[in-house]
Structure formats: structure tokens, C-alpha cells
């Protein structure tokens, strides 16, 4: 499996513009995660989905965030309008869920860079 | 609120000697831990992990330790390598959130 990947790795875009993310999980997976990382707060989670339906997202930081995911393959995170400070590193992560003893791993995508200037 | 917390932003080691990175939990509910590693320019990758029903598990260099009565774990790293210089983050498996991650730095 080649992972889960995510497109585009850099995004520059100017302020007030609608920015996508994408994201495709590792197949077979039933969750899948959205997490931003700064260095302020590290790693935040923002959203995640259980055979993709949203099962929290109380970390998406306002209501210019917003996530999809309209089939098993594949998952959205878009910002519109997006602002400066919404510049950080955007991974999206699958696993398969709680397993023997609680184990629960998780693997992320390389990340979205994203820029807002 | 933050229920996994690492209150170490940063830690610097010489190589060869031991690495320890602190990891500190506030729901006592929690029975799974694990790590992740993240180089620059890439996605988190799973390290090593531990179960409550254990106070240690060891994978190499590597040694995850859970004190569960002062809901701290530890992760050792010994001997400590150039390579091992990462951003290294714990996280509760009943929880999807990870710590904020601390930044080892092992010097040749």
C-alpha cells in the first residue's frame, strides 16, 4: 500500500482565497484524522471520521474549517475564506481502529504545507 | 484540555549517552500509550507503544516505561544516535490527541 497520501504538499495562497486540502487513507482504514501542527500548540487535532461519518471536531478552530468525507478514499479539509494565521502543516491520518488491547495506531501523510499570505 | 501533556519543548543529548523524553496524562481511564517519531518534511511514524496491564516495554534502543499511579510515562533511548534527533510525541490511545511534542537533539 503506498500509505496515506496527501495533495498538495505546498500550497501558497493569499489571504481571504478558499484553499482545499485532500487526503486518501490507507485502504481498509475506518478512521481517519486531521490534525494541524504549530509551534505554538504542536500537533492539534481537528477532525476525525469513523467509517466517514464525523465523530468529532470540536478542534476545528472556526467555521471557516470545514471537512468532508464523502466516500472511504477519500477526505477534504477546506478553509474558506483562508487567513494568515492559518499557515502551518496540515497532516491527515488513517488506522484501523481500536484493536487488541487498545492499540490504536495511526499513519499520517507526509503533510500539506500551507501559506497564507 | 490537553489530557496528554509533555512539558519539555526541547532536549539536547551527546551521543552514546541516554535520551529520556517525558510524557504526563490526566484521565486515569487511558490504557494504551504509544510514541511517534516526526523527521522534518514528513508525517509522524509510529515508535513504540505500551499497555496499562505493563509498567515497561522495550523494542531495541528503545524503552517505554508507565508509572500508573503518577500517570507519567518515559520514553528511554539508549544508546542515543544522530539519527534519532526528531520531534517525538506521545499519545493516549483512547484519545486522538497527541502531546505537543518534545525536539531531541543528540550531538555528535
Known amino acids: 500500500d503506498a500509505g496515506v497520501i496527501q495533495s498538495p504538499r505546498h500550497e501558497v495562497t493569499e489571504m481571504g482565497q478558499e484553499v482545499t486540502l485532500r487526503c486518501k487513507p490507507i485502504?481498509?482504514?475506518?478512521?481517519l484524522f486531521w490534525y494541524r501542527q504549530t509551534m505554538m500548540r504542536g500537533l492539534e487535532l481537528l477532525i476525525y471520521?469513523?467509517?466517514?461519518?464525523?465523530?468529532?471536531d470540536s478542534g476545528m478552530p472556526e467555521d471557516r474549517f470545514s471537512a468532508k468525507m464523502p466516500n472511504a478514499s477519500f477526505s477534504t479539509l477546506k478553509i474558506q475564506p483562508s487567513e494568515p494565521r492559518d499557515s502551518a502543516v496540515y497532516f491527515c491520518?488513517?488506522?484501523?481502529?481500536?484493536?487488541?488491547?487498545?492499540?490504536?495506531?495511526?499513519?499520517f501523510g507526509a503533510g500539506t504545507r500551507l501559506s497564507v499570505l | 484540555d490537553q489530557q496528554v501533556k509533555q512539558n519539555s519543548p526541547s532536549l539536547s543529548v551527546q551521543e552514546g549517552r541516554i535520551s529520556i523524553l517525558n510524557c504526563d496524562y490526566t484521565?486515569?481511564?487511558?490504557?494504551?500509550f504509544l510514541w511517534y517519531k516526526k523527521y522534518p518534511a514528513e508525517g509522524p511514524t509510529f515508535l513504540i507503544s505500551?499497555?496499562?496491564?505493563?509498567d515497561k516495554n522495550e523494542d531495541g534502543r528503545f524503552t517505554v516505561f508507565l508509572n500508573k499511579s503518577a500517570k507519567h510515562l518515559s520514553l528511554h533511548i539508549v544508546p542515543s544516535q544522530p539519527g534519532d534527533s526528531a520531534v517525538y510525541f506521545c499519545?493516549?490511545?483512547?484519545?486522538?490527541?497527541f502531546g505537543a511534542g518534545t525536539r531531541l537533539t543528540v550531538k555528535p
Open positions: 484521565n486515569s481511564m487511558f490504557d494504551y
Open positions: 499519545a493516549a490511545s483512547n484519545d486522538m490527541r
Open positions: 491520518a488513517s488506522s484501523g481502529g481500536i484493536t487488541f488491547l487498545g492499540k490504536n495506531i495511526q499513519y
Open positions: 471520521f469513523n467509517n466517514n461519518v464525523p465523530i468529532d
Open positions: 505500551i499497555s496499562s496491564i505493563k
Open positions: 485502504s481498509g482504514h475506518d478512521y
